[in-house]
């Protein structure tokens, strides 16, 4: 029985009352803006330190950096809430562009820092990191210091920063306005609906062969009707860039993804190497589930498709509960902050139309709380994705004794605790079934994210590389992405789809994420990086949270191969260790065809 009773639609006026409109909204970006002009003319006398002298001068531009940096993220945090969910709020797409603005500002600054700090010379900057007041964040500071010297001049650098407000950045908001804009009418239950691009989405797993069918064709006319916007953004952001790029002299379209996520290529290598090797088993359950669907081969608008009728909807206090249930076996602080979230208000899950596609969390680093977005159907695929959020969520709460400068982490560890906190429920879903119809279903669930880290995001990554190479040739035609996509996603899926997504390039957020390129491989890195992590929890029960807290706090202050030696001694440059976490996924895909099997 449920007791308790969460609200569906998050509370944004603890922040700024009163919405897009908010007069303490207002106020709060017209202070970060004189902050930020205070700053800059600090920055007029900021020189390169010459002695361990300078030391307090370096702690008290980064104590002003933090401020700066926590009241320009609450505000973007908010205002990016304001655009989810709505998305014809036209003040706060003005408050968007506003935002951006700051932000333009505050990264010049930050690389006016940086390309000081990088002229200090090797002595004085090796004594500076020894003393009490910045050796804590030496692992940054050399991180900044390394940076300004891939860079090109302050002044060029700062060129492009402000080029990027109008001429990049603008380009991926234009993309959130397409698809904000674009509305799907469909006849479900002999009703006809008009609904968003989130909500069609959200109807991929639907036990109605011909529902799944049609919303992805009308999705995928709503895709073709505006192809040529979205290849002219794409291209466009692409080709900036790129061409920032060259200017840098960087020669690999990796260079920066992989810079953002400290990961060597070799570790890269290993990873997609080991998934490469190991596909078979994942086609396998394909061409079993197209077979139960009645299908001689897998459609793409099948690979979500329920294929037990025992799946049970949650809906959404008792997708709480459950995921509270099994958080708390884990650990207590997981289960209390995750509880407080879902009194609080803290997450949007509503279903309604106007919202954006997808789901996120976000950061108040002021306020230090989370606001996790999502549009909640009662699937247990939603309710996987509520777990997510709040992984992400809780790594936020963990690095909150963790001084600003160490907690910039990179995404690909970030998508470590989401994807942690999902398999904590995932397997618990699968321990708790009663028949073998519900295990079944529930194992299906597990190997749908499986296929989705190994072979859709596969599939993004090798249309994005190739794509990129072709970009610097030039526009690339929306028949031509077309192409390339259909090719990555046969490849990736070891050919065992019959349909597939051509337009995927266009429906896809994280291609015109601009803040982030390669959105994409971090995903599958969280993903066999917690596999790991979840062994080491399962083995040593209720102990591990404390060890899991301080593996999360050292995420922002290391390389993801020293972190994985530190924690884990585990080498993860090598395909061994993939193939390992790949190898429990299998484990599932055996189980799944062994009870199929058996039912005939």
């Not at 505006?226 to 860039?241: P, V």
């Not at 950061?363 to 992984?391: C, D, K, Q």
């Not at 072709?470 to 990736?492: H, P, W, Y």
Request: aromatic share 12%.
């Amino acid at each position: 029985m449920i007791e308790q009773t969460y609200p569906v639609v998050w509370d944004l006026d603890r922040f700024f009352e009163g919405g897009s409109s908010s007069p303490s909204l207002r106020s709060h970006l017209d202070e970060v803006k004189g902050k930020l002009s205070s700053f800059d003319a600090k920055l007029q006398d900021f020189n390169s330190p010459t002695s361990i002298a300078d030391v307090s001068i370096i702690e008290q531009t980064i104590e002003q950096l933090k401020d700066i940096a926590t009241n320009l993220s609450e505000a973007g945090a908010v205002i990016g809430c304001f655009m989810a969910q709505d998305t014809t709020d036209k003040q706060a797409a003005l408050l968007e562009g506003e935002i951006g603005s700051l932000y333009a500002r505050f990264s010049s600054q930050m690389l006016t820092i940086q390309q000081v700090l990088s002229k200090t010379e090797e002595s004085v900057w090796e004594d500076l990191l020894q003393t009490p007041e910045l050796s804590s964040f030496a692992f940054v500071l050399n991180e900044w210091r390394e940076e300004a010297k891939r860079m090109l001049s302050e002044k060029e650098e700062d060129i492009i920063t402000k080029l990027e407000v109008d001429g990049y950045h603008s380009w991926g908001q234009l993309y959130d306005l397409l698809v904000g804009d674009i509305r799907i009418k469909l006849t479900i239950d002999g009703e006809v609906k008009e609904m968003s691009v989130g909500q069609v989405n959200n109807l991929s797993s639907h036990e109605d062969a011909t529902i799944r069918k049609e919303s992805f064709e009308a999705l995928e006319a709503a895709w073709t009707d505006k192809e040529e916007f979205f290849a002219k953004t794409l291209n466009h952001i692409a080709g900036f860039r790129l061409a920032v790029y060259e200017k840098r002299g960087w020669n690999s379209v990796l260079e920066e993804p992989l810079h953002i996520n400290r990961m060597s290529e070799q570790t890269l290598d290993a990873m997609w190497g080991a998934i490469s090797k190991n596909k078979a088993p994942f086609v396998e359950y394909l061409n079993k589930k197209s077979a139960m669907l009645g299908e001689k081969q897998m459609h793409w608008y099948d690979l979500e498709a329920p294929v037990s009728t025992s799946t049970e909807k949650m809906d959404y206090q008792q997708g709480a509960e459950f995921i509270l249930k099994h958080f708390k076996e884990f650990g207590p602080k997981l289960e209390s902050f995750s509880r407080n979230a879902f009194e609080k208000g803290w997450i949007e899950a509503e279903d309604r139309p106007n919202k954006r596609p997808g789901g996120f969390c976000t950061g108040m680093p002021v306020s230090e709380e989370s606001r996790i977005f999502m549009t909640y159907s009662g699937s247990m695929s939603n309710v996987s994705t509520l777990a997510h959020e709040l992984g992400h969520a809780f790594h936020s709460y963990a690095l909150r004794p963790v001084h600003w400068m160490n907690r910039q982490y990179a995404m690909g560890v970030a998508e470590t605790a989401s994807t942690f906190a999902e398999m904590i429920v995932a397997d618990a879903a699968v321990k708790e079934a009663t028949t073998d119809d519900e295990k079944i279903a529930l194992l299906e669930d597990k190997i749908q994210r499986s296929v989705a880290f190994f072979m859709n995001i596969h599939a993004r990554f090798l249309f994005e590389t190739r794509f990129y190479e072709e970009r610097k040739n030039g526009i690339v035609s929306a028949a031509r992405l077309n192409d390339l996509m259909v090719a990555a996603q046969q490849e990736a899926y070891g050919d065992a789809l019959d349909t597939t997504h051509p337009h995927f390039w266009a429906s896809k957020l994280h291609f015109y994420i601009t803040g982030v390129p390669f959105y994409n491989f971090p995903y599958t890195f969280g993903y066999l990086f917690s596999l790991s992590i979840y062994a080491k929890a399962i083995s040593e029960g209720a102990n591990f949270e404390e060890k899991y807290i301080a593996l999360l706090q050292d995420t922002a202050v290391m390389s993801v191969e020293d972190l994985a030696m530190k924690h884990l001694n585990e080498d993860i440059t090598q395909e061994a260790f993939w193939i390992k976490g790949i190898d429990l996924c299998i484990q599932d895909v055996k189980e799944f065809i062994q009870l199929t099997n058996a039912k005939g």
